[in-house]
């Protein structure tokens, strides 16, 4: 009877945890659908979650959803600054020797792109999975970064580390399979089947390198081996095409208009254009009227801007990255996203030193076992980010503006656009503004110098003095 009750235990469990992975994998492949920008799908999506909240079937039939695509921006931003230099990699073999095989490997593998390429998907994802690969057919080598909707994983005691990672693949023909990896062994499942087929070039279906060839790029750590994508990018994203569509379908209604017609008798698919006449012989009153729809459109797209700030600023982003008039943000206040910003990066920059060291470990792994000239195994790899700074001393400024003008390269128009990140045309008006306040203040120092010198001197009293 506890035999019993203990399968039907271990039935239920797995049977939850198949649920709570297709759950899991749906999630992501929403996520992916707006980062990859499938139009398509994401139209689908928005059509599938805004039925009767707010559109009807009807209404949905008729429009497809606008998608201005958000994501990507700010995600360029949250990683921009640190791989704008490339870092120094080098494999070290002593204090004065290093191996100079490894540029020509890592340019092959197209290294630097990759690693960018896998920042910010793990910036949205939260985690990747990265692993260089050996293509028998061009015998070269190449780096595949995996995202969470494409893989399923089984973890060790520790949860955060790899046991078994089973990726989805599909071929040029359409038909899907998987790759499974363990530290043993390597193998390919067909479609549904479980059965194992050893893969090309690897009959007996091993692993050839004792490990998996898998390194994870995670950035926060999670109650799961996944932990949460970036859930704020997302409704942000989703937020924003809706809103866009709804301002959209307003703006069209209002400017083809809806007619409402009394006794006009005409058909109900009656459409009207320009120059077409229509005429009535009822005796009766006979009127056709536009309804004009009462919009605060400029209302909405404030609400649209502020939104699209409110997320970028709780992303650590300065207000100007989603604002298109900042010449009301201080100078000290772009100043302090700045210095938030560049802690976070510093933060980052920890996180990719680690991944970073680990790929390069997987690549001499993996050329080794296939490629010549093998890169030196007993050899340790560096990586030293650059730590040249986006900014300069306001003393460099200073001598690079007055350089710029003296050679008429450049003038405060150009200066207050760099500065304050507006149009040529907000640069003058503010330099205009600013110049009227200066004459202003120039006017007044001048009446009350005038002032304080017409103004009467205090007369001192003389001394007494007495004669005796």
């Known amino acids: 009877m506890t035999g019993n009750i203990f399968t039907e235990l271990v039935k239920g ?90 540029s020509d490997v890592l340019r092959q593998v197209k290294y630097s792109m990759k690693v960018k390429d896998a920042f910010r998907k793990a910036l949205y994802f939260n985690i990747i999975v990265a692993q260089p690969v050996y293509d028998y057919e061009l015998n070269k080598m190449r780096i595949d970064i995996f995202t969470p909707d494409s893989f399923k994983v089984k973890t060790k005691d520790d949860y955060l580390v790899l046991d078994e990672i089973s990726i989805e693949k599909a071929r040029p023909d359409g038909s899907v399979y998987e790759a499974v990896w363990t530290e043993t062994e390597h193998y390919l499942i067909e479609g549904n089947s479980k059965e194992k087929i050893a893969p090309p070039n690897n009959e007996q279906g091993k692993n050839p390198f004792g490990k998996l060839p898998f390194v994870v790029l995670r950035i926060e750590e999670g109650c799961d081996f996944f932990g949460e994508p970036n859930w704020n990018l997302l409704l942000n994203q989703k937020n924003l095409d809706i809103r866009l569509t709804d301002l959209n379908e307003s703006e069209l209604r209002n400017v083809h208009g809806i007619y409402h017609g009394i006794n006009t008798r005409f058909a109900d698919n009656t459409r009207f254009s320009a120059g077409h006449l229509f005429q009535s012989e009822e005796r009766e009153r006979v009127s056709l009227e536009s309804v004009n729809l009462v919009v605060d459109y400029e209302q909405i797209r404030d609400n649209i801007d502020w939104k699209i700030k409110t997320v970028m600023n709780s992303e650590g982003l300065s207000a100007q990255s989603g604002d298109v008039n900042v010449a009301n943000e201080s100078g000290v206040k772009r100043s302090m996203d700045e210095i938030e910003l560049q802690e976070k990066r510093d933060d980052y920059k920890e996180l990719l030193y680690n991944f970073e060291i680990e790929l390069l470990d997987m690549i001499r792994l993996v050329h080794n076992t296939y490629m010549t000239p093998k890169l030196n195994d007993k050899a340790y790899f560096e990586l030293t980010f650059s730590e040249e700074k986006g900014t ?60 304080k010198e017409n103004s009467p001197s205090e007369d001192k009293p003389e001394d007494e003095t007495t004669n005796d």
Do not use: C, W
């Open 392 to 451: 300069e001393t306001i003393q460099d400024k200073i001598a690079r503006r007055e350089m710029e003008k003296s050679i008429g390269y450049k003038n405060d128009v150009d200066f207050t656009m760099e500065d304050l990140e507006v149009s040529e045309d907000e640069a003058i008006e503010i330099l205009n503004k600013v110049s009227e306040q200066n004459k202003k203040l120039s006017e007044l120092k001048t009446d009350l110098e005038t002032e």
């Open 13 to 102: 469990y797995q049977k939850m945890r198949a649920i709570s992975e297709m759950e899991r994998i749906s999630i992501h492949r929403l996520f992916s659908a707006f980062y990859n920008n499938d139009y398509l799908l994401i139209n689908d999506i928005l059509k599938n979650e805004t039925l009767n909240n707010p559109y009807s079937k009807e209404t949905l039939d008729k429009i497809n959803f606008q998608h201005l695509d958000v994501t990507q921006k700010i995600l360029s931003r949250l990683s921009g600054g640190i791989y704008t230099n490339e870092p120094l990699r080098e494999l070290i073999i002593s204090e004065n020797n290093v191996d100079e095989n490894l």
